[in-house]
């Protein structure tokens, strides 16, 4: 099992960026699949992008051309830069991990919230108009 720990949220204004982060515990960061998953208030926690064990990469249609997912197996954490933050973006981002995964996964299968076995506890990301 991964432990995970975000932070990096925060208040900003539209227009402006900030970068999520995800730290790791445990020796399977490396061999996880990580997502980033996001909740608005009074909405269903939706998926944002994952990075497969492989290093593929993947984005919903929001968060494509402005944000960007990476990972730092070294250091077990990943992060999730956004920018030009509009005020929809404003939810309690989650990271959540797969443990001992297959190398390569599909989008599809990423961006099933069923697949991951280990959640952070989200970090707020505000954007205000």
């Known amino acids: 099992q991964v432990q995970l720990v975000e932070s990096g949220g925060g208040l900003v204004q539209a227009g402006d960026s900030l970068r999520p982060s995800c730290a790791g515990s445990?020796?399977?960061?490396?061999?996880?699949?990580i997502g980033w998953f996001r909740q608005a208030s009074g909405k269903e926690r939706e998926f944002v992008a994952a990075?497969?064990?492989?290093?593929?990469?993947y984005y919903s249609d929001s968060a494509k051309d402005r944000f960007t997912i990476s990972r730092d197996n070294g250091k077990s954490t990943a992060s999730l830069q956004m920018n030009s933050l509009k005020p929809d973006d404003t939810a309690v981002y989650y990271c959540?991990?797969?443990?001992?995964?297959?190398?390569?996964?599909?989008?599809?299968?990423?961006?099933?919230?069923?697949?991951?076995?280990?959640w952070g506890q989200g970090t707020q990301v505000t954007v205000s108009s």
């Open positions: 990075i497969s064990r492989g290093g593929e990469i």
């Open positions: 959540a991990a797969t443990p001992r995964a297959a190398y390569y996964a599909s989008k599809a299968y990423l961006e099933n919230q069923s697949v991951y076995s280990s």
């Open positions: 445990g020796r399977t960061f490396s061999t996880s699949h």
